[in-house]
């Protein structure tokens, strides 16, 4: 979707074939250590894929650290490092 632009934040737009993401969804930020996921109070929500299978929905602006997969409302990303690829 076509998310609000904050300045100095870099917005990353997700095709979303499932039309469930928000225009603005969630948040996504790396602390140093770890990747950092924030739900801007979507209406689909955010729940992130554990690789034990359980699956963790997000409270709203309750910051915590991402798990390589995750639901963004239905649709499911993947937090990769591209220069492993």
């Known amino acids: 979707r076509v998310p609000e632009v ?5 917005a990353v737009v997700i095709p979303d074939p499932t039309r469930t993401l928000s225009k603005t969804h969630a948040r996504l930020s ?9 739900d801007l109070d ?5 729940v992130l894929l554990h690789d034990d299978g359980r699956e963790q ?5 309750q910051p915590v650290s ?3 997969r995750l639901l963004l409302g239905t649709l ?3 937090i990769r490092d591209a220069s492993a690829s």
Do not use: K, M, Y
Request: glycine share 10%.
């Open 57 to 61: 929905e997000l409270d709203p602006r």
């Open 6 to 10: 904050t300045p100095g934040v870099h």
């Open 66 to 68: 991402a798990t390589p």
């Open 30 to 38: 790396f602390d140093g250590d770890a990747w950092v996921i924030e």
């Open 42 to 46: 979507s209406t689909n929500g955010v």
């Open 76 to 78: 499911e990303v993947e």
